[in-house]
């Protein structure tokens, strides 16, 4: 089984500056896949950022990057240089490779990004 | 990654009908989800939706409630049966494109659909 825990239910970030949100994870699956989604207020999920559990480096895609601490069970997403758009609920999620494509999701965590 | 069309993208019913929510990809995909999210909530996961064969529901979820077509692999439909208040939600399909081992470990959702049943 697995479990993903945010244990920030919201954060608020001044435009321009950098905002952390915090993962972390518990799996007895020895290969593993984590994920991070934003869903604004249109309710669509929009992909940002995946790592796999074997990769070596932290995944970057544009502003976003994960800070992927293996030992420490812990994916968490760096926003840098936030834009008003950033204001959304951000999603982690994981699933188990490479057969089992269920996702288990956070809570979730809620950024408003203040101009 | 993939490009999905979920339609309707909102709906408000009426208690004791059905809706049917399509999810079209601009490519062929094999594996296709259905996942719901109660208001305030995280998702849960309906079912997988099989291409060909009846689709694999999870835990707490009926395919007389939840139907689901799969005619191929570019399209799939949920349908929500005989509605209640507690079926308002946002229903989402998601996709995993690609092939092999390498390819196919993302996973995108689509726009989603907002469902409110009075």
């Known amino acids: 089984a697995q479990k993903i825990t945010q244990t920030q239910p919201g954060m608020f970030v001044q435009e321009k500056e950098a905002v952390t949100l915090d993962c972390t994870y518990d799996?007895?699956?020895?290969?593993?896949?984590l994920f991070w989604y934003k869903q604004p207020s249109s309710g669509e999920m929009i992909f940002l950022i995946y790592?796999?559990?074997?990769?070596?480096q932290n995944a970057t895609e544009g502003r976003y990057s994960l800070n992927f601490q293996k030992a420490r069970k812990s994916a968490n997403l760096v926003i840098s240089a936030s834009q008003l758009g950033d204001s959304a609920m951000y999603f982690c999620?994981?699933?188990?490779?490479?057969?089992?494509?269920?996702?288990?999701f956070g809570a979730g965590t809620t950024v408003t990004v203040r101009a | 990654s993939a490009v999905i069309s979920q339609k309707p993208s909102r709906d408000i019913c009426q208690r004791g009908t059905s809706l049917t929510i399509q999810c079209q990809v601009d490519?062929?995909?094999?594996?296709m989800f259905w996942y719901r999210q109660q208001p305030g909530q995280s998702l849960t996961l309906i079912a997988t939706?099989?291409?060909?064969?009846?689709?694999?529901?999870e835990s707490g979820f009926v395919i007389d409630k939840f139907p689901i077509s799969r005619p191929n692999l570019t399209f799939s439909t949920l349908t929500v049966s005989n509605m209640s208040p507690e079926d308002s939600s946002i229903y989402l399909c998601?996709?995993?494109?690609?092939?092999?081992?390498?390819?196919?470990?993302?996973?995108?959702f689509g726009s989603g659909t907002q469902l409110s049943v009075l």
């Open positions: 799996t007895s699956d020895p290969s593993y896949g």
């Open positions: 999620a994981m699933r188990a490779l490479p057969n089992d494509y269920k996702l288990s």
């Open positions: 998601s996709v995993s494109p690609g092939q092999g081992y390498l390819t196919n470990e993302k996973l995108f």
């Open positions: 939706a099989n291409q060909g064969s009846e689709a694999t529901y």
């Open positions: 790592q796999g559990s074997y990769d070596q």
């Open positions: 490519s062929q995909v094999t594996m």
